[in-house]
């Protein structure tokens, strides 16, 4: 089964400062990558999708990721944040078992933007 | 576009009770999906319905259930309440019309549930 693994819990960081969200996912067959964004008191917003062809992928608000296979990565990276940036950051991939497909997603990294 | 909507966005249930949650989707989006989300599991899925069908499952027991009507409205079902069924409950919608996760989901606000 797949697994998503969210290395650190919490980031804090300065504004403008740059910034990077770890995500690693155990798989031995082709999967999707996501990021999604959780403000507080709200679902979830998508920043960015790897399906296939160029590893790295641009998203929403400045947030770019780039896919390792050999490394089985997906970290999500920011070069200048801004305060508005603090909220919950998820990362999530594909998962097919039994004929049945559903989207695992890591613990979630809170990111905290400090003027 | 309207978002996703899902109703109520608040509910308190005492233990054994049974709880029913909505969700519109997005208009033209047929597929509708269910998170719960809590601090210890984080988010987990539950199932994903397509034209009234439930086409994907997550590994949650059979007190959780839902269906889909033609206008691919969602409502979701929890029968028998547990305290650890206190959670966030999240929707989502888009268009999947491959069954496959890779297009864009759009989530609603959620339904928070306690269960005292």
């Known amino acids: 089964a797949q697994s998503v693994t969210q290395l650190d819990s919490q980031v804090p960081v300065f504004e403008e400062a740059p910034v990077e969200l770890r995500c690693n996912y155990s798989s031995s067959v082709s999967v999707y990558l996501f990021w999604y964004v959780q403000y507080p008191n709200q679902g979830l917003q998508l920043l960015l999708k790897y399906l296939s062809g160029s590893t790295l992928v641009k998203g929403i608000n400045g947030f770019e990721a780039e896919f390792n296979k050999s490394q089985t990565s997906f970290h999500l990276r920011k070069p200048s944040v801004h305060i508005s940036d603090t909220a919950e950051y998820f990362c999530?991939?594909?998962?097919?078992?039994?004929?049945?497909?559903?989207?695992?997603f890591g613990k979630g990294t809170k990111l905290t933007v400090n003027p | 576009k309207a978002g996703v909507t899902q109703t109520p966005r608040y509910l308190i249930k005492t233990r054994g009770q049974q709880v029913t949650l909505s969700c519109s989707p997005i208009s033209g989006h047929r597929s509708v999906s269910w998170y719960q989300q809590t601090p210890g599991q984080g988010l987990q899925f539950l199932f994903e319905y397509f034209s009234e069908t439930q086409r994907n499952k997550g590994n949650f027991p059979g007190r959780f259930s839902g269906r889909q009507f033609s206008n691919s409205r969602s409502e979701m079902n929890v029968s028998t309440l547990e305290l650890g069924d206190s959670a966030l409950y999240l929707c989502?919608?888009?268009?999947?019309?491959?069954?496959?996760?890779?297009?864009?989901?759009?989530f609603g606000p959620g339904t928070r549930l306690l269960v005292l």
């Open positions: 999530a991939v594909t998962t097919h078992q039994g004929g049945s497909e559903k989207l695992v």
């Open positions: 989502a919608s888009s268009h999947s019309p491959s069954g496959r996760f890779k297009e864009t989901q759009y």
